[in-house]
């Protein structure tokens, strides 16, 4: 019977993208057990201040709900977040492929000091990290505020994509499905470059 003996980089590869994939799409349940918890913290504060009286205890509690109601400022916060890690997955393992080369080389590099050639999917998907993601998140971690050149660029780029917007000078990231979609291309890039490398999966007789 026939069966597959993993390489252990390129499962680095698939199973680290698997695992953020998987922190992103648990951010419903995590965020709603959450605001759960905290509703019942909220009713239990509700019901002390009141001493017993329902309609201070309701008013109390609307108080405090409405204070707390800041789901899309907190899903921006989260994908922003998962942004930054997904870079961190993808620049780690560009330098775990680029050894006995400069651990600071970029895929287009590393792809010339090993003599390979990307697909032109994966070109496309490595020239849209290189041309777009990385100004968004150079925007994120930056302060643009006095940088009107750098404002629009940001603006423009966002005008061309779904689920991210440039509003009061700062980037909003209301839908997780671009974050990914940045992790997706990264991995098609990556594995790639591992399977070109030799990095590859072994099927065994």
């Not at 509700?46 to 008013?59: C, F, N, Q, R, T």
């Not at 970029?106 to 290189?130: D, T, Y």
């Not at 940045?182 to 999966?201: A, D, F, Q, R, T």
Request: net charge negative; proline share 2%.
């Amino acid at each position: 019977m026939a069966f597959y003996v993993r390489d252990p980089i390129l499962s680095i590869v698939e199973d680290r993208a698997a695992f953020i994939e998987t922190l992103i799409q648990e951010y419903p349940r995590l965020i709603n057990d959450w605001e759960n918890s905290m509703d019942d913290k909220f009713q239990k504060e509700a019901e002390i201040i009141s001493e017993g009286d329902p309609d201070i205890m309701l008013s109390v509690l609307s108080q405090m709900r409405e204070a707390f109601s800041d789901c899309e400022n907190r899903l921006d916060l989260f994908n922003k977040a998962m942004l930054m890690l997904t870079f961190s997955y993808f620049d780690s393992l560009a330098t775990i492929l680029s050894k006995g080369a400069n651990p600071s080389e970029k895929i287009k590099a590393l792809c010339r000091s090993k003599n390979i050639e990307l697909s032109n999917v994966a070109e496309e998907a490595n020239k849209f990290l290189k041309s777009k993601v990385i100004k968004i998140r150079n925007c994120i971690t930056h302060d643009f505020s006095n940088r009107p050149n750098k404002q629009k660029e940001i603006k423009d780029i966002c005008l061309e994509l779904d689920g991210i917007d440039f509003v009061d000078e700062e980037i909003k990231i209301y839908d997780s499905n671009f974050v990914i979609d940045v992790l997706n291309k990264e991995k098609l890039v990556l594995s790639e470059v591992c399977k070109k490398i030799g990095y590859k999966h072994k099927k065994i007789n």
